[in-house]
RNA sequence: CGGGAGAUGGUAGAGCGGUUGAAUACACCGGUCUUGAAAACCGGCGAGGGUCAUACCUCCGGGGGUUCGAAUCCCCCUCUCCCGGCCA
């Protein structure tokens, strides 16, 4: 949620800002409207109850001395009813300014760079050299047919489920430990969560109201199965106040993530890069605004390290105004080298979404006695089966055997 | 899933229709005292909106109702605890 106040205060500047997201300032004129309103409607009705709160204390005075009060009475039940209606209105105005403020995206940082799209995101650096073949790489899914079973993870699901068998298996499990224990040793604190998370946690974090489509539901239990480890650890803090000597905090989880993607039909329908279900390990830090910069960094490099470590190419690219998120204020995206696709693509989403999500979450900190909301980042450390998928096309051999990076070997014996 | 009890500030726990945003205790913060600490004493100590600042408004799990007036009465929902069934 977008600070209203600041906004109302700078809509030019805010309109300027958000238009690199592709917001209208039709949009913003009605939600402009909409604060306005409800301002004037609170203020009304809190006079009229302010009004009806005397006469009220004045009534029980006067049964305590037994006066007559059929006057007084009647001056209140004709205040009561315009009382009524004004909070009607009071409500009804509430009511569409949340339906608008709650659909209008994070403003982008003053260091985002305009764009409208992937094409225009910005490369800030390569890690690692791109490895030579004197074979012509093969893509993973005509890689390994005992690594993942394509068919009968349709079978028992539908399309974009998939099966992992024997060594498959064993090496995202061994992703899995090597990502939690290397987060560890830079004081990101594990946790398991929920997988099922309910509808305030999903509008805290910012999948909903607008992203309702993309999420797998239980109907009959108003919960959501979580399309990232964002969702719950984020909202660990949901409407809480810490105190601002505790922060940051640094949190890390793997969990499986459910994801419809609806509106993707179409692509990459072969293999594993776009599965409605996947493994993923989460980072999310909750901080001070003054160490939010810093600490986006860190999990930039961070999540780097992780790849490096691995021996796997990538490269690091800012995202513009127009491929920026809806909670996000900045993102830097991690893109894995794919020998089999000749191309980078994406394996880690870094983003700082500063103030919005904790002030749809409220998540507050407290510091010299003031209450002030936190920032939130959060990014992936890594994305579990594109992880898989690099390894296999970076390591493949011309027989279409898979050697093992380093760093995964002690926890595959 | 069936039966019972309950949901109040960081925690414990009063309040059961009237000026109570809420006693009290503990925790916490500041001060006095002390070489320092502890103890003792004094003071402060929920959140949101509104205002230059006051006024003022909202919130005692959530929603609705009764009433001039509700934390207090009624209804629905959610959650927690205890008993029974089922089950990892």
């Known amino acids: 949620m977008i600070d209203l106040k600041y906004f109302q205060a700078n809509f030019d500047e805010v309109a300027s800002k958000l238009s690199k997201k592709k ?232 969990t499986p993530c459910f994801r419809k993607e609806a509106g993707s039909a179409g692509r990459d329908t072969r293999g594993i890069i776009r599965q409605h279900q996947f493994d993923k390990v989460e980072m999310v830090a909750i ?11 860190m999990m930039v490099d961070n999540a780097s390290e992780l790849l490096t470590l691995l021996g796997l190419p990538h490269r690091v690219v800012e995202l513009c105004g127009g491929d920026l998120g809806f909670s996000a204020a900045r993102t830097i995206d991690l893109e894995v080298w794919l020998p089999g696709q000749n191309q980078y693509r994406e394996i880690s989403s870094i983003s700082n979404t500063n103030e919005f999500q904790a002030r749809r979450a409220k998540i507050r900190y407290k510091e010299d006695g003031k209450n002030s909301f936190v920032h939130t980042l959060n990014g992936s450390a890594l994305a579990v089966g594109r992880t898989l998928v690099a390894i296999m096309e970076n390591y493949q051999n011309e027989d279409g055997s898979i050697d093992i990076p380093e760093v995964l070997k002690k926890y595959l014996n």
């Open 23 to 254: 917001v209208t300032t039709e949009a913003l004129e009605a939600l402009k409207i909409a604060f306005a309103k409800l301002k004037e409607a609170n203020n009304a009705f809190e006079n009229c109850k302010a009004e009806q709160n005397m006469l009220s204390k004045e009534f029980g005075e006067m049964m305590k001395n037994k006066q007559d009060t059929t006057e007084l009475k009647a001056k209140v039940d004709g205040n009561k009813i315009t009382l009524n209606e004004l909070q009607e209105i009071a409500r009804e105005a509430n009511t569409r300014l949340e339906e608008l403020a709650l659909n209008i995206p994070n403003i982008p940082d003053n260091s985002v760079p305009f764009g409208i799209d992937e094409n225009d995101n910005i490369e800030l650096r390569k890690v690692l050299e791109i490895p030579k073949f004197d074979f012509k790489p093969k893509e993973h899914w005509e890689l390994c047919n005992d690594w993942i079973d394509f068919e009968r993870g349709v079978k028992l699901a539908k399309s974009r489920f998939s099966v992992l068998k024997g060594d498959g298996a064993r090496v995202e499990r061994a992703l899995i430990n090597y990502f939690l224990d290397h987060n560890r040793t830079k004081g990101f604190h594990e946790f398991g969560l929920p997988l099922l998370n309910n509808a305030a946690m999903l509008q805290g974090t910012g999948q909903l109201p607008k992203f309702e489509d993309d999420l797998f539901k239980i109907e009959d239990e108003g919960l959501y199965l979580i399309p990232t480890a964002e969702v719950p650890l984020t909202n660990l803090y949901h409407d809480e106040i810490i105190d601002a000597k505790e922060l940051p905090l640094l949190m890390t989880a793997y």
């Open 287 to 297: 901080a001070h605004p003054s160490q939010s910069e810093e600490i986006f960094e």
